[in-house]
T-cell receptor
Framework: AQTVTQSQPEMSVQEAETVTLSCTYD???????LFWYKQPPSRQMILVIR??????QNATENRFSVNFQKAAKSFSLKISDSQLGDAAMYFC????????????FGTGTRLKVLA | ETGVTQTPRHLVMGMTNKKSLKCEQH?????MYWYKQSAKKPLELMFV???????ENNSVPSRFSPECPNSSHLFLHLHTLQPEDSALYLC????????????FGPGTRLTVT
C-alpha cells in the first residue's frame, strides 16, 4: 500500500532564510504525481507545487522548489526567502497517475516563520 | 480564495441533532470529494462523486450521508453524530476523478457536543 511520511511535525525558520520540509513515500507504481499543499490557519488548502514522476527535472514555483529523488522516494520542499505569509501547515500528497482518485496525504508539517 | 465554497464555516451540534454541510464549486469540475481532517492525522477521504454519481464510500459510518444533486453542489447530511466526529470537513473538486490536482474549500469546523 502507498504511504506518505512527513517526519517533521513542526519546523521554524527566520524570515528571509531558507527552510526544507521533508517527505518520503512508498509506492510500487512508476507513474504518479506528488504535491505540496499549504493550509494557512483558518484558510483553505492551496496547491503550492506539483511534480510528475516521469519528469526528472525538479519543479519550481517562484520561491518554492522541490528536490525529487525518485529512486530514494523522497520529495522535499525548499522555501527560499521565507516570508511571514508562508506560515502554515504543509501537506505532502501522492496520487497514482490516472485511474484512481485516492490521494494519499502525509500528516503535515507546521511551519513557523519568525520575524 | 479558490472557486470552492463551503457553508457553514463553523457548526456546533448536539448528538441528537440533524444538520447539513454544503459545498459549491463554480469551476466546471466533474468530480467532488468530502474529506475529514483531524489533528495529527492524514486527511481521510470520505466520499467521491463523479458526474453526480457516488464512486466511493470509504467505510464511512451511516450517520454521514452525502448528496450530490448536480455537478456544482455537494452536501453532507449529519445525524446522531458522536463527539469523535468533531473535525474539519473539507470539500474538494477536480476536473475529473483521475485529475491530479484538487481544489479545496475552506472547510467546516464541526464540534459535536
Amino acid at each position: 500500500a502507498q504511504t506518505v511520511t512527513q517526519s517533521q511535525p513542526e519546523m521554524s525558520v527566520q524570515e528571509a532564510e531558507t527552510v526544507t520540509l521533508s517527505c518520503t513515500y512508498d509506492t510500487s507504481e512508476s507513474d504518479y504525481y506528488l504535491f505540496w499543499y499549504k493550509q494557512p490557519p483558518s484558510r483553505q488548502m492551496i496547491l503550492v507545487i506539483r511534480q510528475e514522476a516521469y519528469k526528472q527535472q525538479n519543479a519550481t514555483e517562484n520561491r518554492f522548489s522541490v528536490n525529487f529523488q525518485k529512486a530514494a522516494k523522497s520529495f522535499s520542499l525548499k522555501i527560499s526567502d521565507s516570508q511571514l505569509g508562508d506560515a502554515a501547515m504543509y501537506f505532502c500528497a501522492y496520487v497514482k497517475r490516472g485511474g484512481t482518485y485516492k490521494y494519499i496525504f502525509g500528516t503535515g508539517t507546521r511551519l513557523k516563520v519568525l520575524a | 480564495e479558490t472557486g470552492v465554497t463551503q457553508t457553514p464555516r463553523h457548526l456546533v451540534m448536539g448528538m441528537t441533532n440533524k444538520k447539513s454541510l454544503k459545498c459549491e464549486q463554480h469551476l466546471g469540475h466533474n468530480a467532488m470529494y468530502w474529506y475529514k481532517q483531524s489533528a495529527k492525522k492524514p486527511l481521510e477521504l470520505m466520499f467521491v462523486y463523479s458526474l453526480e454519481e457516488r464512486v466511493e464510500n470509504n467505510s464511512v459510518p451511516s450517520r454521514f450521508s452525502p448528496e450530490c444533486p448536480n455537478s456544482s453542489h455537494l452536501f453532507l447530511h449529519l445525524h446522531t453524530l458522536q463527539p469523535e466526529d468533531s473535525a474539519l470537513y473539507l470539500c474538494a473538486s477536480s476536473q475529473e476523478v483521475t485529475s491530479g490536482h484538487r481544489d479545496f474549500g475552506p472547510g467546516t469546523r464541526l464540534t459535536v457536543t
